[in-house]
């Protein structure tokens, strides 16, 4: 009698454990999953690390080696992370991006479409291949991908989508005359989708920074240009604004009191004064000597 009753105990502890796991298990399952893009670095990499430390699990994508270093870093913060390395500009590496998540069979509860590419100098001196990258890369890769997950997320009828648009959307950028007019084109789109989903549990917010502290400048060929040597926002904290605008499900929200009082302004200065400013801003050779 005395075995039989250490078996009975014995088989109603394994049952604990294993109902344990799989109290584990269902909770792992039932995390809420985000999707970052241009997560590599900058403002992309510190959205990613917000939503890993308010529960998220991961898939992030970008078209550097440093996808998978930014990976390991996430996981740090309790997050499960997919990290995939595409060419965003492409109707194909979006493809590549979403078969990705497809094979995770979790539904996406946030788009944090972040993924961007600037360029300097003036336009007639640009090189076209690199034209046309900007505008794949900001427009057509971003409106792809929202399209392919933001289906989903209304078959489900609920779901966050976070554009990082920029403030330089109100601007005509001279000597960044391509990448501004993307940046309006988000800022833009943005707030029409917003309302055609006004109906439904599915929030858009645009994130619009200012000059933020990223490799942006570097790789746009701008740190001999004033606001290429200027002081700037810090890409954690412009993270921060824009996941917590997207959380409270806000249309929209511009980082810094600076960057608020431009964007007031851009409402009421004419456009060719606009596009004077800029160029002070902009132009090459117009950067801080040391």
Do not use: W
Request: hydrophobic share 40%.
């Amino acid at each position: 009698m005395e075995m039989l009753a250490e078996e009975t105990k014995t088989i109603a502890v394994l049952r604990q454990v294993i109902l344990g796991y799989g109290v584990i298990a269902m909770n792992a399952q039932t995390r809420p999953l985000a999707v970052v893009t241009g997560a590599s670095t900058g403002i992309g990499l510190e959205l990613a690390r917000q939503c890993a430390q308010h529960g998220y699990d991961l898939v992030i994508a970008a078209d550097e080696t440093e996808i998978e270093s930014a990976a390991q870093s996430l996981k740090a913060d309790g997050a499960s992370v997919t990290a995939v390395m595409a060419d965003l500009s492409t109707l194909k590496g979006v493809d590549k991006l979403v078969t990705a998540i497809e094979q995770l069979n979790r539904p996406v509860d946030a788009l944090l479409a972040n993924a961007g590419r600037g360029l300097g100098h003036a336009f007639l001196e640009q090189d076209f291949g690199e034209i046309t990258r900007v505008v794949d890369t900001n427009i057509m890769g971003t409106i792809y991908l929202t399209h392919r997950i933001g289906k989903k997320m209304l078959e489900r009828g609920e779901g966050r989508i976070l554009f990082t648009g920029s403030i330089a959307g109100f601007m005509p950028g001279s000597f960044q005359a391509v990448y501004n007019g993307t940046k309006a084109f988000i800022d833009s789109f943005s707030v029409a989708l917003r309302n055609e989903l006004k109906d439904t549990d599915i929030t858009v917010t645009c994130l619009m920074p200012g000059p933020t502290d990223t490799e942006f400048f570097a790789r746009a060929d701008m740190l001999d240009t004033k606001v290429g040597t200027e002081e700037k926002a810090e890409a954690a904290d412009v993270a921060r604004t824009g996941f917590e605008a997207m959380i409270r499900g806000e249309s929209s929200v511009v980082h810094g009191l600076k960057n608020k009082l431009q964007v007031a302004m851009s409402g009421v200065t004419p456009q060719d004064a606009l596009a004077e400013q800029h160029r002070k801003m902009a132009q090459p050779g117009t950067g801080r000597t040391q």
